[in-house]
């Protein structure tokens, strides 16, 4: 038999760096312009929080857009319905919640936050079978299903819990601040950060070590072929579709509580952020979209600080930025 | 002999464009038929169409007496079809291994199946844990092979393999290729390489403008080079 190919050993693909010092290099270069190492520091924590919280509400899009080309514009009512049950579940607890023991607020945080999810989620598989799955490749159609869907939520939840803004109190023991020396970083903020990690790290678990998640990532890069392996992408897609749903249900109860208060409209912001997150980062890369979303907040933060008049179109620009050094974004994982 | 596939009458509209024309064509359990024929001809639509990556607009298809025509891919392929796409479609972001992993549907990588692909493309074995992406377009050829017989099929579907592969690499192909004819495997092969084409074939079939215009064995056609010239526009000769 003819002996095949080169003895020599491959090269070793090279880890591209370039975006993860990103964020590095762009906490490190605003230093001299904050003047303040206690302000840059309390800048940068706050960045970190509220990145780890864009990350959780992005991570599903990003896999829903990567798999199966799909325009969610209506993931912003995943969120405000999240934020919606957080509110309904911990109303009666109010006590506990007040308590200045962390057990007992996290006992009564926990299941919130995971039947926010539920109820996310269980939304989710509502909506792809009812909105997404008749316009499936039809992009002009989704955007228009998935915005009417979205405004459908919002007027829902108008009319169960009326216009007014509810308010959704942090609980005792995460209110205030770690002092270290004159820097102040908010307790909230440190669990903010600590569970967008570890949402990041289950991601990235299941996505590397198991089969499903070897599917996933196959299913964004050729989904056609990984049809013609036998396996059926649609229920994929469904199942990676409530699972985002979930992570923005649980995204919605974090983002409540870092504001504390919730309204039906409280998603519309935050789906641009999202957008860009998701833009910038590669569709349907978790990596790019966990630094994406750390680099949005970053600018959210210093921009505000440094240039306020800016903080409106700070992102965009940054957006634009990023798209003109790789056009694909970050991480490119489709040829999209 | 029975047939394993059948196309009766099989037509294939991609947007406006009508490419297959009325395709009617068997392949007998345990043979490999070769699929010839100009760029454009339709060979490439006829192997999609069979897999369900588009949806025949009027026709049948049958797979081992079953009608398979309105059957979403998936159903498709578990129904024990292989197929290698022109483009070879490894998943670049996942290893070698992990390409195989996801290929073997139905349980654990089996090593003696393994240690028979490795025997024809060690390559793979040598390169197990580097990404899909990095390795060059003979061993990405050899891994979409390797995944489509990762497990026994019933059908192999292959189009073009050794599209743009050095000749050290073709040769590797056309034995890889033999030895899973000895297997049993029966094969539906797109081939543009006519030595290869003449190696393997068992019989052959060419289209033109999405139709067949020639059946009949391909030890025939490859001694009949007037023949070759009006079907194919060259002779085999031309081509090795």
């Known amino acids: ?336 | 002999m029975t047939d394993l596939l059948t196309l009766s009458g099989v037509h294939t509209h991609i947007g406006r464009y009508h490419i297959l024309q009325g395709i009617d064509l068997v392949v007998p359990q345990g043979q490999t038929t070769m699929l010839l024929g100009r760029n454009g001809a339709g060979k490439t639509t006829t192997l999609r169409t069979i897999m369900g990556l588009w949806q025949a607009s009027s026709g049948e298809i049958n797979l081992a007496g079953e009608r398979i025509e309105s059957r979403a891919t998936p159903d498709i392929a578990r129904r024990g079809v292989g197929y290698v796409p022109e483009s070879m479609a490894v998943f670049s972001d996942l290893t070698v291994k992990e390409n195989l992993v996801l290929a073997a549907r139905d349980g654990p990588l089996d090593d003696t199946q393994l240690d028979w692909i490795f025997g024809f493309f060690p390559a793979l074995r040598r390169f197990w844990l580097s990404r899909a992406g990095s390795l060059s377009g003979g061993q990405k050829q050899m891994l979409s092979i390797a995944r489509a017989i990762i497990e026994p099929r019933k059908l192999l579907l292959i189009d073009e393999p050794t599209k743009g592969l050095a000749p050290a690499i073709v040769m590797a192909l056309i034995e890889c290729l033999k030895d899973i004819k000895r297997k049993g495997a029966t094969i539906l092969l797109v081939e543009q390489n006519f030595f290869a084409a003449r190696e393997l074939g068992d019989s052959v079939l060419v289209m033109d403008n999405g139709t067949i215009v020639h059946r009949g064995g391909m030890a025939a056609l490859a001694a009949d080079v007037p023949l070759q010239e009006r079907l194919l526009g060259l002779s085999l000769e031309a081509h090795q």
């Open chain 1, 1 to 336: 038999m003819t002996e095949l190919a080169a003895t020599d050993p491959l090269p070793k693909p090279k880890r591209d760096l370039a975006p993860i010092l990103l964020p590095i290099a762009l906490a490190l270069a605003v230093i001299p312009f904050i003047g303040s190492t206690s302000s840059w520091l309390t800048l940068t924590a706050a960045s970190l929080a509220m990145g780890m919280m864009i990350f959780i509400m992005a991570s599903g899009l990003t896999l829903v857009f990567g798999l199966m080309d799909v325009l969610n514009f209506g993931h912003g009512a995943f969120i405000a319905v999240g934020a919606y049950i957080a509110t309904l579940v911990l109303a009666p607890f109010a006590a506990s919640m007040q308590a200045d023991s962390l057990w007992m607020n996290l006992a009564v945080l926990a299941p919130a936050a995971l039947l926010s999810m539920a109820v996310s989620g269980a939304l989710g598989l509502v909506v792809e079978r009812v909105l997404i799955l008749p316009v499936y490749g039809q992009h002009l159609k989704q955007i228009l299903m998935t915005t009417g869907g979205l405004i459908v939520a919002e007027q829902t939840l108008y009319a169960l819990w009326g216009p007014q803004i509810i308010p959704l109190p942090l609980p005792a023991s995460l209110r205030g601040s770690f002092v270290i020396g004159d820097v102040a970083i908010a307790k909230y903020r440190v669990l903010a950060t600590l569970i967008g990690l570890a949402v990041f790290i289950a991601i990235q678990l299941v996505l590397n070590r198991t089969k499903l998640g070897l599917l996933i990532r196959a299913g964004v890069e050729n989904r056609e072929m990984v049809e013609a392996l036998g396996y059926r992408i649609r229920r994929l897609f469904l199942g990676v579709f409530m699972t985002g749903s979930a992570l923005a249900g649980l995204g919605g109860v974090m983002w409540a509580l870092y504001r504390e208060q919730v309204h039906a409209s409280m998603s519309d912001d935050l789906t641009v952020l999202i957008f860009i997150v998701v833009i910038i980062g590669g569709l349907g890369s978790i990596g790019g979209c966990f630094i994406g979303a750390i680099l949005v907040a970053m600018v959210a933060n210093y921009g505000g600080f440094l240039v306020p008049k800016l903080a409106l179109v700070s992102n965009i620009l940054l957006m634009v930025a990023i798209l003109m050094w790789r056009p694909r974004g970050l991480y490119a994982v489709t040829s999209r």
